[in-house]
């Protein structure tokens, strides 16, 4: 059982650190003002979002959460 918790502890550490750099990556959202007002280019231009990068990060970013949730979740049922 230990050999185990060491292995899914340092998977989760790893999990961790791949998400803080996935989310740091990500480019930030306009906020305010000038995000309101530039909404109707924004969506006018964005018929291929879901091939740009910040797509493919997002959607990292969703599964990668996921796995850690799960990692934490047998490390909370293995204790």
Do not use: E, R
Not at 25 to 45: C, E, N, R, V
């Amino acid at each position: 059982m230990k050999a185990m918790n060491l292995v899914i502890t340092v998977i989760q550490v790893l999990c961790s650190l791949v998400l803080v750099a996935i989310v740091m990556l990500q480019s930030g959202k306009s906020a305010g003002l000038s995000g309101a007002i530039s909404g109707m280019a924004d969506t006018f231009l964005s018929k291929n979002k879901a091939k740009t990068m910040d797509a493919k990060l997002a959607k990292a970013t969703k599964w990668v959460a996921i796995l850690w949730v799960i990692l934490t979740l047998a490390l909370c049922v293995i204790q």
